[in-house]
C-alpha cells in the first residue's frame, strides 16, 4: 500500500477516479490517450480555458464513433459466419436434431414420454447451463446452485420452442442460432451480437 494518499477525502478521491478509469476500460478506443483524459478531469474541474477546441472535440468524436461502429459491425460478422459454420457443421451429427426454425438439439436425458408438456402459457422450473460456441460460460442456474422459475413466452425464441417439446425429467442440449437467441441486441457484456449460444436445459417441473 502506497503512503502516498493518507486522509478519507485522498482515498474517495482515488476511488473515483478507478471508478472513472474502469468505465473507460470496459469501453476504449484504440489510442485512447490516459494522460489528455486526466488533464481534460482537471481543466473542467478547476474551470481552466481548454486546450483542444469544442470544434475540434465534436469532429473527434464523430471520427472514433465511426471507427467504433465499423469495428462492431466486423465482429459482429464475423461473430455471425462463426456461429454459421459451426451449427452447420454440428447438424451434421446423428443425434442432433433440426427443428424447421433452425434450433438444433441433442437428447442427453429422456423424461417421461407420457408426461404433459408445457404450452406458451406455462411457468416452468429449470435447471441450466449456457456457453457460447467457445466454451465460455455466460450463465448456469447449476453453478448457482438454484433453479430458474419463469414463463415459457418470457424467454429467448429457442428456449420457448425447445420447452415445448419437453417432459419434465428430460434434459436436453440446445444449440440456438442468433435469430432464435439475442440477434443483433446481444446481451450485456457477455453474450455480443449475433452470438450463437449452446444450452443444457433441464426440465425439472410445470409450475
Excluded at 100 to 107: D, H, N, P
Excluded at 142 to 161: D, K, L, M, N
Aim: glycine share 10%; aromatic share 8%.
Amino acid at each position: 500500500m502506497s503512503d502516498k494518499y493518507t486522509t478519507l477525502e485522498q482515498h474517495a478521491s482515488y476511488g473515483i477516479g478507478l471508478q472513472m478509469g474502469q468505465q473507460l476500460a470496459d469501453n476504449p478506443f484504440e489510442g485512447l490517450d490516459i494522460e489528455a483524459v486526466a488533464a481534460g478531469v482537471k481543466a473542467a474541474f478547476t474551470e481552466q480555458e481548454p486546450e483542444v477546441t469544442d470544434e475540434q472535440i465534436r469532429a473527434a468524436f464523430g471520427v472514433i464513433s465511426e471507427r467504433m461502429q465499423a469495428e462492431q459491425a466486423e465482429k459482429a460478422k464475423l461473430l455471425a459466419e462463426a456461429g454459421d459454420q459451426f451449427l452447420a457443421e454440428n447438424a451434421k451429427r446423428a443425434e442432433v436434431t433440426v427443428t424447421e426454425s433452425g434450433l438444433q438439439y441433442e437428447v442427453l436425458v429422456a423424461g417421461d414420454a407420457n408426461g404433459a408438456k408445457p404450452t406458451a402459457e406455462s411457468t416452468v422450473r429449470t435447471h441450466y447451463h449456457g456457453t457460447l460456441i467457445d466454451g465460455t460460460v455466460f450463465d448456469s442456474s447449476y453453478q448457482r446452485g438454484e433453479p430458474a422459475e419463469f414463463p415459457v413466452s418470457g424467454v429467448i425464441a429457442g428456449w420457448t420452442e425447445a420447452l415445448q417439446l419437453m417432459t419434465p425429467g428430460t434434459k436436453l442440449r440446445l444449440y440456438v442460432p442468433h435469430n432464435l437467441a439475442y440477434g443483433e441486441r446481444g446481451a450485456g457484456n457477455a453474450i455480443a451480437p449475433f452470438s450463437t449460444l449452446v444450452f443444457d436445459v433441464e426440465l425439472l417441473a410445470i409450475v
